[in-house]
């Protein structure tokens, strides 16, 4: 029984967690570093050690990535004010016309939420949602839930998002490696939500734009104020071109997946002993994240703002900065935990146990991420706990591959997002739904479609993989 012991500490642990994020005023930091201490002292570490690997966790964390989450914001926030978001929504509507807005809203999201916060772009893009409802005689449902799909997807699975970004440190797995996998699986996901969309136009036809419905916050004649002022804002907003708007996103994607190929090629025995050849070296240094997106931030500022003045510019990158911090150490804090599990008998003992269930192991950090996120709401603190949990203990299995486990964190935070997530109220309220079933039909079962889908393309990876 005494071998248990730290198994039960860290049940104990956990549900503290869950118990004072959910019924206490005790924010999610806190609430992580006091069931960090609680796991520490159960599986065996005496509380001097507890507070040392604490420590040595969550600068080690954020030593890893916190200047990447720092760049990647500022970038987004860039984006975001220049009108480059706007920029890439308009043209993927032009290329792909009349009656297809919401593909290009859903491309738009799955783009611009790579760099920017999922809430902060849906803000920024819902008012052309509005706009083409109008313009094109759509349903205002298909087009928001489109917009937010696409957005709400690779802001769960794609760095430099600050949750995956930190699940990856977590799980010290190849950021560049996390990125490409991420844009994988979130592909197939945006389009099965893009597809619920369409078919939310046929249930709630009510919300179609020449049909006047008691039940919604604008008439027609609304409509049409919003859609004449939104293109007389555009009209006089000098807007930067899509291939500026596109650059500073494409560019350090780019190249950190070269990085990342130049990496399985050094595997290969043609390449085997090139490690100090000029391509590769040079390709090395870009392609480290914070190289490439301290690129990506310069190309940003002096393309898409160039006659802004430097004090303008600054501004706004520490607007940016400022929503940083608290997601720095919430991050650190999962890294905390996640180290004092692996330091601890705790994360052996798991293992064993974890190494004889009759489901692939990769499922663990989905499963615990499903059931924080179901329970408290936030992605980010879902993906980010069930990796500080599950980490340790699968690194103890042998034959795993932890950037599939890293991902199966994140696509677990997906899961049915409703009344303790703040994208739940925002895209409901600006859509003007009132009635709580038509809520969860809205935007619950697409996040839960998201979700078995990415589930799916976890499963298939790792088969293949």
Request: charged share 10%; proline share 5%.
């Amino acid at each position: 029984m005494t071998s248990y012991i730290p198994i039960i500490g860290l049940a104990v642990a956990v549900f503290t967690l869950i118990f004072l994020v959910l019924r206490t005023r005790i924010h999610a930091l806190l609430a992580m570093l006091i069931s960090a201490i609680i796991a520490g002292l159960t599986g065996g570490l005496s509380i001097t050690n507890t507070i040392e690997v604490i420590t040595k966790g969550f600068g080690s964390t954020l030593g890893s990535i916190g200047i990447v989450i720092g760049l990647g914001i500022m970038m987004g926030r860039i984006l975001e004010v220049s009108g480059a978001a706007e920029q890439i929504a308009y043209s993927f509507i032009k290329w792909l016309g009349k009656k297809r807005e919401e593909w290009a809203l859903a491309i738009t999201g799955y783009i611009v939420s790579i760099p920017i916060f999922v809430d902060t772009a849906f803000v920024l893009l819902y008012p052309l949602a509005k706009a083409l409802v109008k313009k094109g005689k759509r349903n205002i449902l298909t087009l928001g839930v489109a917009l937010a799909g696409g957005l709400v997807v690779t802001h769960h699975v794609v760095p430099p998002t600050p949750g995956p970004l930190g699940v990856a440190g977590i799980f010290d797995v190849d950021i560049g490696a996390m990125m490409l996998v991420g844009i994988i699986l979130a592909a197939p996901c945006v389009i099965g939500i893009t597809f619920y969309a369409k078919w939310l136009a046929i249930k709630y036809p009510e919300y179609q734009y020449t049909t006047t419905n008691e039940n919604e916050d604008e008439t027609q004649e609304n409509l049409k104020q919003t859609h004449q002022h939104y293109m007389e804002e555009k009209a006089n907003k000098p807007l930067p071109s899509l291939f500026l708007s596109l650059l500073p996103i494409i560019v350090p994607i780019v190249l950190i997946l070269i990085k990342a190929v130049n990496n399985v090629l050094l595997g290969i025995d043609v390449f085997i002993g090139n490690e100090k050849h000029f391509y590769f070296q040079f390709f090395d240094l870009l392609g480290t994240p914070i190289i490439a997106l301290a690129i990506s931030v310069l190309l940003a500022v002096y393309t898409l703002m160039p006659k802004v003045s430097k004090h303008e510019v600054i501004e706004h990158l520490e607007a940016g900065l400022q929503t940083a911090g608290i997601i720095l150490l919430v991050t650190g804090a999962g890294g905390a935990l996640g180290a004092v599990l692996r330091e601890s008998e705790t994360g052996t003992l798991l293992a064993q146990q974890v190494a004889n269930l009759p489901i692939t192991p990769i499922l663990i950090p989905f499963i615990i991420a499903t059931l924080v996120r179901l329970v408290q709401g936030s992605g980010t603190v879902a993906m980010l706990t069930a990796a500080s949990i599950s980490a340790p203990v699968i690194s103890h299995i042998p034959d795993i591959n932890m950037l599939l486990a890293a991902q199966a964190a994140t696509i677990g935070a997906l899961f049915f997002s409703y009344f303790n997530d703040s994208l739940f109220w925002m895209v409901n309220r600006m859509m003007g739904i009132k009635d709580a079933k038509q809520q969860m039909i809205i935007w619950s079962i697409p996040t839960t479609i998201a979700w078995g889908i990415g589930l799916c393309g976890v499963l298939l990876l790792n088969l293949v993989m």
